[in-house]
Structures are given as C-alpha cells and as structure tokens.
C-alpha cells in the first residue's frame, strides 16, 4: 500500500487549482440513468470514486467514456439491462444507493445491496426507502439486498408524487428522491430537504434535461413530474471540501496560499472559523486568498451541522489546527457518531485531544512532531496530512487510498506551494 512522507515545517506559498466536486459527481453520474439520451460531464475530478462509479453503471448497461485528461465523462444508459447493484460494488461505495431511485423512476424496478455500516457510523438509509416507499414502491429487504418494485397497478408502473418531511436532513436521500421525482406523476414536495451546493448543482442539470424543480438549495423543494428526460452536458461545481482543505493548509503551516477556482459562498462558515482564528481569509479574482503571517492561532469552538453550517468533511482538518492554537476549543460533531478516529492519530503527533461521545475537546500545543500514523477515512487522511505539514520532523500516512477517493493529485498541488512531501509507491 502506498505511503505519502511529509517532512514538515515549510511555510505554503503560491495557488492551489481546485477540481471538480467527488460528492456532486457521484449523483450527476447516477442522473444518466434517468434518460436514454447522453449526458457529458465536465469538470470531472480522476479519483478513485469516479471509477467506482462508472463501474457499477457500466454493469447496470449504461457506457462511460471518460477522458482524464480534460476531465470529460459521457454516459449513456439506452436501457437499464441489468437493475442490480451487486454488494461488491456498494460495500466499497456507499453512494451507491443514488442509482435506487432513478432505476425506480426510469423502469419501475431496482434491485440495491443494503451498504451496511461504514467507519464514520451506521449511517442508515432508512430514509431514502422510505421516501420511495411514500412515492409507491414496494420494498423487500431480503439476503442483504433491497429489491424495489413499483406495482403495475400505480400509473401503470410509475412512481407517484407526494410530500415528504425528511425527520432529519440527509444529503444522499434528498438526491434520491429529487431523482426519483423528476419523471414521477405528479408533484412531490420535499420538506426539510438537504440545501448542501451539491444539491443545488444536480438541481441545476436534472433541470437542463428537462425536469421542472423549483426550492433547491432551500429546505423545500418542489419536483413536478414529467414524463421524459433529456440528454444534456453539465460542469460539476468546484469541490468544497478540497477547497475548504486547502484553505486549512497555510493556515496551519503559515505561507499565502490562493486557492483557485472556487467560490467563497461554498466555504463561508469555514472562512468565518477560521478568521476567529486570526487567519486573514479574502476572495479575490483569483479565488479565495488564505494567509497567515506566523502570528498565533486562536481557539475557536464549533459545530457541524448540515450546510449552511459548519460541514463534517471539514472537522478534522480544522481539529488540525486547533492542536497548535493558542488556547482551548470544543468541537462537538453533530452528523456522524463515529468521527473522531483522527484524533488518537493526531494525539500521536503530539496532540492533546480529550474524546467523549460526540464531542472532542482539543488543548492547543506548542508544536506537533512528525510520527508514523494511519489514514482511517478520507477526511482523517487529509487532516494527518495537514498536521504533518506543520509537525517537526517526518510524517508517514499508511492507507493513503482513503485520500485517492477525495483528493486529485493533492501531493502535487501542496508541493507546488512548497511542502515536501512524496508519495512512496508500494508495487508489491
Ligand atoms: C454525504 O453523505 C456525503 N457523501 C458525505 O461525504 C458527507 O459527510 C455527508 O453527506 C454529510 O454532509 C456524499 O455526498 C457521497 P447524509 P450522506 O445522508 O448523503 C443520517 C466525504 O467525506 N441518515 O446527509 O451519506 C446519517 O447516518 C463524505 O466525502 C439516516 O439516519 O450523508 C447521518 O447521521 C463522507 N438515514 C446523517 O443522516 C438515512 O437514510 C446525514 O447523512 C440517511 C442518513
């Protein structure tokens, strides 16, 4: 398994470009299925999420033709020939429930594999079921499988429109539904709707192929069902949570770092954190300007919380810094019950991070010191990463490839500004 080695104490200096969103993709990808028609996606971000993705299309019978170099994808799903997404695919990639409600949409039909937990928490998708099951399909939980079917007898095989209070918000089964409307009879109302950009973002391309959507990005959202959709060509929005990442990265390293091609609306909480940590945070014409000057780092306390709220992808990368400032701050994590795995590896950097349940109390430290320590989740990775560009001494990540699904060459794009930092290959 590969390594990335960090030798750290280099202040950040220079522009970071940011890619294409992984957790708008995901959902973009899955729309395709929803008509026979291509869709070409621009902006797509190469990781291994992407694959994955194409992948599990590519065995219900769509094409995926995909171009890394200009970052260009084309789907096509003439027909959904096989309506099964097999647990091999959907234990490594949990988005992979977004293809149950566009499969239901399209043919009345889908056969999905239960994800099962994950390392950040159970993370159900109770609500994702249950919202298709409001709209009339009918659902059999059986050997680890959800088979879902709409009965011939609703509008001859067609799910219907109806109004859906979300008991709390959830990202992934508002994609679902707001994909599962766009070709039900009817008018679906969704309350208490996810308003994350991503949402926003597939709103904006079910409605360039032809779907009528009014509220998104609000928390109600109303679908008037139609009765086809469209091909269309749609560029994913900049990643927020790389952006937000590398926002963090000259704060806790010290440097001047422009982080090109996102809009500060997508970070405005974390650019509001981290400016009560005394970090000079502006948008320029550029993208947005992030700077500290070697002056100390405050504490600052926060919450994640759905968007526009503090997001749970970027906690542990803002835990990374609170361990080196000046002072104590609180962090309560609000969205997942499980996620705080970075904070014993950060601990073994010389942190001082008290865990209890759902909320991490971190008294800042002088300075961190590099060690060997092991990537747990994606956003565990980054934030070692970020911890190890500050430390003293030499860092090495193991399980690096929970990185490769989120990040797109980030060793690069943070040697560019002047980290040193390699990635060890391991070809065994
Ligand atoms: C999305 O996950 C993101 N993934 C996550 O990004 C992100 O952390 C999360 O939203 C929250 O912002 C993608 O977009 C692919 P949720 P999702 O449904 O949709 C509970 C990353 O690092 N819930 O909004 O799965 C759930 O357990 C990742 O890129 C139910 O109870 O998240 C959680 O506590 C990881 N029942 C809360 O809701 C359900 O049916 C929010 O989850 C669904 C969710």
């Not at 929803?34 to 869709?39: C, F, K």
């Not at 995909?66 to 949990?94: N, S």
């Not at 429930?97 to 937990?117: E, K, N, Q």
């Not at 249950?130 to 001859?156: F, I, Q, T």
Request: charged residues 20%; contains cysteine; proline residues 4%.
């Amino acid at each position: 398994m590969d390594k990335i080695v960090i030798k750290g104490g280099n202040p950040l200096n220079g522009t970071i470009p940011v890619s294409g969103s992984k957790n708008a993709c995901l959902p973009l990808m899955t729309a395709a299925l929803l008509t026979d028609q291509p869709v070409t996606l621009t902006n797509v971000p190469n990781l291994a999420d992407m694959n994955t993705m194409g992948e599990l299309l590519n065995s219900l019978g769509a094409t995926v033709e995909r171009d890394a170099d200009t970052h260009r994808m084309t789907l096509r799903a003439e027909r959904i020939r096989t309506p099964l997404a097999h647990y091999d695919i959907v234990r490594k990639m949990r988005a992979s429930i977004l293809v149950l409600g566009p499969m239901l949409a399209r043919d009345g039909a889908g056969t999905v594999s239960l994800p099962g937990g994950c390392a950040i928490g159970a993370r159900p998708v109770d609500l994702h079921l249950k919202g298709l099951e409001a709209m009339g399909a009918v659902l059999d939980l059986r050997d680890g499988y959800v088979h879902a079917s709409v009965p011939r007898s609703l509008n001859g095989g067609r799910l219907r429109g109806v109004s859906f209070r979300f008991p709390v918000v959830s990202v992934g089964a508002t994609e679902n539904l707001l994909m599962a409307a766009t070709l039900a009879k009817g008018t679906t109302r969704l309350v208490n709707a996810a308003q994350e950009p991503e949402i926003t973002d597939l709103a904006d391309c079910l409605i360039s192929m032809g779907a009528q959507i009014e509220g998104a990005g609000t928390s109600t959202i109303e679908i008037q069902g139609v009765d086809a959709l469209s091909g269309t060509e749609h560029a994913v929005i900049a990643d927020r949570i790389e952006l937000g990442s590398f926002m963090i990265a000259p704060a806790i390293t010290g440097g001047d770092v422009t982080i090109t091609g996102g809009k500060m609306f997508l970070v405005e909480t974390l650019a509001e954190a981290l400016r009560a940590a005394d970090i000079l945070v502006e948008e320029t014409n550029a993208g947005i300007r992030v700077t500290r000057n070697n002056g100390s780092i405050k504490p600052v306390s926060f919450t994640t919380e759905p968007f526009p709220g503090f997001a749970t992808d970027l906690q542990a990368q803002m835990m990374a810094l609170m361990t080196i400032a000046d002072g104590v701050s609180v962090i309560d994590e609000n969205i997942f019950e499980n996620r705080f795995m970075h904070a014993p590896e950060l601990t073994r950097m010389g942190a001082d991070i008290a865990v209890d349940g759902g909320r991490a109390t971190v008294t800042g430290v002088s300075g961190l010191r590099g060690a060997p320590v092991m990537a747990t989740d994606l956003r565990a990775s980054i934030s070692l990463l970020l911890a190890g560009l500050a430390a003293e001494g030499e860092t090495s990540v193991s399980r690096v490839y929970h990185l490769d699904r989120g990040y797109e060459r980030v060793e690069d794009k943070l040697r560019a500004c002047g980290a040193n930092i390699e990635r060890i290959k391991d070809d065994a």
